[in-house]
């Protein structure tokens, strides 16, 4: 049964489900244009005619269903149904009220059956004699768009215990939420404790193996009012709090945490013991990393690959932290800052925004209200005060010290007309002819050092 047909219509192709989420209505002019252009191979779709008469298409022409539904359907049991279907006895546009349809299954990793004896009756159309549509519609929840298989009676267990049908698709049309199996009832290993698989609904400690959709976890908890997680294979005691939608963590990853009220988060695969705080949107912990916090309220932060114990503060966004990084911190209520790849031990105080500091870079310091200051790269131990900003400590530089509140100085390598000073541990408050200060120690290989200002 094809999912769409096409409709010619003044000439033109167009595309219509007829399978789509809810019935469309079409005049009888239209009707008898879509007629020309079905073939055998549509039967099943279901449209409404002005009027509001449902009509179902048999695979020569739409037929009126008879009643639609509800008091004028005939009722039968699946086992009824199978022997109308077996005999060719179903009336063509009639409808049918499988009054026993209940979810069966085999739970995956167990061989114990889900028989929990809940009945939703099923409303079903005959399109032939031996015939019903995919399509049917729940006595029970009537917004709901499910398809079912009425050929598939036998459950998975290892005694093959017969069922009545199956629901091989299921989408909830007011809270959209869309599956191919019924999420309303299937139930999953969680050590001998069942639960819901639906993604919306609240999943309690899964204490042991889960198994959702063929996917195998350890472990996993989330929080009421969760939807469109995406939790990788293999991952273990894996926590994302209440009321949050669209996270991510990876595959072979364990003991990482997304907040509460958190939305668009990731991170990655063979991750461990991250943790990602509540109110957060956007961020991203990246592959084989550790022990790194991005705490509450925070937006659009990163933190690279291969990196561990690093922390972007509170209310703060778009900052980075790179690859192989590790113990770094971004302060409070920062933003658009960044610390390089293979960087260690650097700090970027509170309040501040768009510093950097340089790749293969350790233990440098910004300070506290603090912007637009540079620390290059391969640089160590060099210090740029509070309230300072655009201030620039160069490449290849360390035990370097810029003040609290300077601005506009620069220890940049080359200065003009000097090549070595001998004077170390002097303190300089000079500058070159070019603008920039130069430092006590100025080698050959280009190294700016211990330059304290005053």
């Not at 991510?248 to 364990?254: L, R």
């Not at 550790?290 to 309220?297: K, L, M």
């Not at 690279?304 to 778009?318: E, F, H, K, L």
Request: proline share 2%; glycine share 12%; hydrophobic share 30%.
């Amino acid at each position: 049964m094809k999912n769409e047909f096409r409709v010619y219509n003044a000439g033109n192709i167009e595309t219509h489900n007829c399978k789509g989420i809810g019935i469309p209505t079409y005049t009888t002019a239209e009707i008898a244009v879509f007629e020309s252009g079905l073939s055998s191979q549509d039967e099943g779709c279901l449209l409404k005619e002005g009027s509001g008469n449902l009509k179902i298409w048999t695979g020569a022409s739409f037929e009126d269903v008879g009643g639609g539904g509800g008091a004028s359907a005939i009722p039968v049991t699946f086992a009824g149904l199978q022997a109308l279907i077996s005999a060719s006895g179903l009336v063509a546009g009639q409808s049918y009220l499988i009054e026993d349809y209940e979810t069966k299954h085999k739970i995956d990793n167990l061989d114990i059956l889900n028989d929990n004896g809940s009945v939703e009756p099923l409303y079903c159309f005959a399109i032939s004699g031996n015939k019903i549509a995919g399509q049917v519609f729940s006595s029970i929840h009537s917004s709901d768009f499910i398809i079912f298989d009425v050929t598939n009676d036998t459950c998975e267990d290892t005694l093959a215990t017969p069922r009545t049908g199956k629901i091989v698709r299921r989408i909830d049309t007011v809270k959209n939420i869309s599956t191919f199996w019924d999420f309303r009832k299937v139930q999953v290993d969680r050590s001998g404790t069942l639960f819901l698989s639906i993604p919306t609904d609240a999943f309690s400690i899964c204490v042991g193996i889960c198994t959702i959709l063929g996917v195998t976890y350890n472990d996993l908890k989330l929080g009421s009012g969760n939807s469109n997680q995406k939790i990788g294979d293999e991952s273990h005691s894996n926590t994302i709090g209440n009321s949050s939608y669209s996270n991510t963590i990876g595959e072979y990853s364990t003991g990482n945490t997304i907040g509460n009220n958190s939305a668009q988060n990731a991170i990655g695969n063979s991750s461990s013991s991250n943790v990602i705080e509540g109110e957060s949107r956007s961020n991203a912990i990246g592959n084989s990393s550790s022990s790194n916090v991005i705490e509450g309220s925070n937006n659009s932060n990163v933190i690279g690959d291969y990196s561990y114990s690093n922390t972007i503060g509170n209310g703060s966004y778009s900052n980075t932290i790179g690859d192989n990084s590790n113990t770094n911190a971004i302060g409070r209520d920062s933003n658009s800052n960044a610390i390089g790849n293979s960087n260690n031990s650097n700090v970027i105080g509170d309040y501040s925004y768009s510093n950097t500091i340089g790749d293969n870079s350790y233990s440098n310091t910004i300070g506290d209200n603090s912007y637009s200051n540079t620390i290059g790269d391969n640089s160590y131990s060099n210090t740029i005060g509070d309230n300072s900003y655009s201030n620039t400590i160069g490449d290849n530089s360390n035990t370097n010290a810029i003040p609290s509140s300077k601005s506009n100085i620069k220890l940049i390598l080359p200065i003009s007309g000097m090549t070595t000073f001998a004077d170390n541990g002097v303190v300089y408050d000079k500058k070159s002819p070019d603008g920039n200060i130069w430092g006590s120690t100025i080698s050959n290989a280009g190294v700016i050092t211990n330059v304290v200002l005053t």
